[in-house]
């Protein structure tokens, strides 16, 4: 398995999708993947769905990853950009934020190292497909 760490910023239905087939697909064990979320709810369930899995705040979840994926809705970005400008310049950021450009996002984390990807719906049944 990887030695690599992976948090997630957002913890609803696509973060939700991707880390149960990072665990499922045994690529991580829940234990080193993080999240953090506005919604307390949204991480208790994350966490309950993968015992061992990190419940973190953004700040954390960026300090403990090697790698960031931004799972956020495009309007909650902008507080994400507050909590985490500056702190990933040594992380691979991807977001998986709709309609945010590459231009925005490095501009608002200070990072130029950020991908887009974009999973689909299947992804959420574990037959997903991604362009990035």
């Known amino acids: 398995m990887s030695e690599l760490k992976i948090g997630f910023i957002g ?25 953090s979320d506005a919604y307390p709810a949204a991480t208790e369930r994350l966490a309950k769905d993968l015992p061992g899995l990190k419940v973190a705040t953004n700040a954390q979840v960026a ?10 809705k495009p309007q909650v970005m902008a507080a994400v950009y507050q909590d985490l400008a500056g702190k990933l310049a040594n992380k691979l950021v991807i977001s998986i934020a709709a309609g945010i450009s ?3 996002l490095c501009a608002g984390l200070k990072t130029n190292r950020v ?13 997903g497909a991604s362009a990035f």
Do not use: H, W, Y
């Open 102 to 104: 590459l231009e925005k």
């Open 11 to 35: 913890a609803g239905q696509m973060a939700t999708a991707l880390a149960q087939g990072f665990v499922r697909g045994d690529i991580l064990p829940a234990a080193k993947i993080s999240a």
């Open 115 to 127: 991908g887009r990807v974009m999973p689909n719906p299947p992804c959420l049944v574990g037959k």
């Open 63 to 72: 300090e403990a990853s090697d790698v960031v994926i931004l799972a956020v």
